[in-house]
């Protein structure tokens, strides 16, 4: 293959990506309309008519600022690629005469930084204006230009051993360095993963020990009863950014954490709390998060793999407009590729996780009794954050890492 065919064929990817995209979030707002003259059956006892008709029309601007977001980005990628931008950049950094590896560094940080300049309005826009329009922002300017601040210093502490240690092994491992490559970075992950909870979350947020008191005594009987030992179980202000609510599972071995918004216990009860918790408890109890790690790691495994059969493949880097093979070449290269050379997996992941929802679900009301409870708190949830409650299937199938909450809702009634 030459580097035009190539090229072209990245553009058909592409292009067969975003309007595979644009047809299903178009789909998906005429779905949303033609269910929005009244409230679906399911939810006519706990959702009012006017919280839906809110929900409907978040849920249609939100998917009308994806399609603007989709063809923007789109629009950008070919642009980067036609007006050989990458090449540009690629040369200036060889210009500066440093070490391989640095020229590598510095030629990934612009770019990212690039990247995120160029989104920039679009997140300006979701955040001030989209969220705020339905009451969900809570975020000042301030903490937005902060938390931007902080998140480039994470990602230069965190990208600079991370590139080092790849360009090293790429260099220095022989005929198997992919493999080394791997194994590196899956460990790199894993410390990142056992560091997050305590060195990079409370740079952005607040975490504190469940208070004394009712809560916190329900929630230590609950973990007793489910065999579950840690006593991490924080609180987290959420609401200093958004009021949407949620709870997430963190961390690795000693420091596992459970995290609770506080937007979340404003909104449940005790008892729906301690329901949230269950559901939680049971993904780690039936060891999804590392279900789901395993297989990215095969992804990962088959990523280096590919990288490995195309790092001398000079066509390639011509098709992208860099001058000269380089290790950053090859994983900028892939990088951009991914998405569009993948995006049919979106299900089949998103099923995975679906599936791993559903036996949450279960085993917060089969272990702990709390099915009933866990129903009502999703339905609230659903109501606070303006839930679609009608997705188009296709859409949902591609997109949703969760079941709808019509979904989840039916699975728990037919446990009970
Ligand atoms: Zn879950």
């Not at 612009?110 to 001030?128: A, D, E, G, W």
């Not at 990215?296 to 000079?314: A, H, K, Q, T």
Request: aromatic share 14%; proline share 4%; net charge positive.
């Amino acid at each position: 293959m030459n580097a035009t065919t190539i090229r072209t064929l990245f553009f058909a990817f592409l292009l067969l990506e975003t309007c595979y995209e644009l047809y299903l979030t178009l789909l998906n707002i005429r779905h949303v309309r033609q269910h929005a003259k009244e409230v679906p059956p399911l939810f006519q006892k706990a959702i009012d008519e006017d919280t839906y008709r809110k929900a409907v029309s978040y849920t249609i601007d939100k998917n009308r600022f994806a399609l603007v977001y989709q063809l923007l980005s789109t629009g950008f990628v070919i642009l980067l690629l036609t007006s050989g931008l990458l090449g540009i950049l690629d040369q200036w950094v060889q210009s500066t005469g440093w070490h391989l590896y640095l020229q590598g560094i510095l030629f990934v940080l612009l770019l990212s930084l690039l990247l995120r300049i160029v989104s920039l309005p679009l997140s300006l826009y979701q955040q001030f204006v989209l969220e705020e329009r339905y009451g969900f922002n809570r975020m000042t300017g301030k903490l937005f230009l902060s938390d931007l601040g902080k998140g480039l210093v994470v990602q230069l502490i965190l990208m600079t051993p991370l590139l080092l240690g790849l360009f090293w092994f790429m260099d220095e491992a022989g005929r198997y360095w992919w493999i080394w490559a791997f194994l590196f970075v899956t460990l790199f992950q894993l410390v990142v993963t056992l560091l997050y909870p305590l060195v990079i979350a409370p740079l952005f947020n607040k975490f504190t020990p469940l208070p004394e008191g009712s809560l916190k005594e329900k929630v230590l009987a609950l973990a007793e009863k489910l065999g579950f030992r840690t006593r991490g179980i924080y609180m987290m202000d959420g609401s200093k950014r958004s009021r949407h609510s949620n709870a997430y599972f963190t961390g690795l071995g000693k420091v596992k954490r459970i995290v609770l918004f506080d937007t979340l216990t404003q909104s449940l009860s005790e008892e729906e709390t301690c329901a949230v918790l269950a559901h939680e408890l049971g993904h780690e109890k039936q060891k999804h998060i590392l279900k789901m790690f395993f297989l990215s790691s095969v992804f990962l495994f088959l990523g280096f793999l590919i990288v490995d059969s195309l790092l001398l493949y000079e066509p390639l880097y011509r098709a992208f407009s860099f001058g000269r093979p380089s290790y950053h070449g090859i994983l900028t290269i892939i990088s951009l590729c991914a998405g569009p050379f993948t995006f049919f997996l979106n299900p089949l992941i998103n099923g995975l996780s679906r599936r791993f929802e559903y036996q949450a679900d279960r085993f917060a009301a089969e272990q702990a009794g709390l099915g009933e409870a866990l129903a009502s708190a999703l339905l609230t949830l659903g109501k606070e954050n303006l839930t679609n409650l009608t997705p188009h299937p296709w859409y949902s199938f591609y997109h949703y890492a969760h079941p709808t909450l019509g979904e989840r809702l039916d699975a728990l009634r037919k446990l009970g």
